[in-house]
């Protein structure tokens, strides 16, 4: 069983920075698949990047690359979300989630048991 508990959301313009926390508890292991979803209203929730626990593995949706930075700290439990040169697109309720398994279908919500309660993100530009 894991527990996730997201934070960080909040308002900013497009073009600003948010980072947002993920803090993981109950069992945390190498093969650990931590991934971050969004979803905007009246859309499907997507993916966005995801993380092995080991952190030697790690992916992108195509629309953060080169903006979104997924890391962990091992020592406290946590994965963080840096989100640079936001746009208006990226508004969303922004979820954490865990999985036992890191593979092909790490970019499917189908993969990830685990969630955390969301945090909003809103972009106004």
């Known amino acids: 069983q894991v527990q996730l508990v997201e934070s960080g959301g909040g308002l900013v313009q497009a073009g600003d920075s948010l980072r947002l926390s993920c803090a993981a508890s109950?069992?945390?292991?190498?093969?650990?698949?931590l991934g971050w979803f969004r979803q905007a209203p009246g859309k499907e929730r997507e993916f966005v990047a995801a993380?092995?626990?080991?952190?030697?593995?790690?992916v992108y949706a195509d629309s953060v690359k080169g903006r979104f930075t997924i890391s962990r700290d091992n020592a406290k439990n946590t994965v963080y979300l840096q989100m640079n040169s936001l746009k208006s697109e990226d508004t969303g309720v922004y979820y954490c989630?865990?999985?036992?398994?890191?593979?092909?279908?790490?970019?499917?919500?189908?993969?990830?048991?685990?969630w955390g309660q969301g945090t909003q993100v809103t972009v106004s530009s």
């Open positions: 109950g069992r945390t292991f190498s093969s650990l698949a």
């Open positions: 993380i092995r626990w080991s952190g030697i593995s790690i």
């Open positions: 989630a865990a999985s036992q398994t890191w593979g092909a279908r790490v970019y499917y919500t189908s993969n990830y048991p685990y």
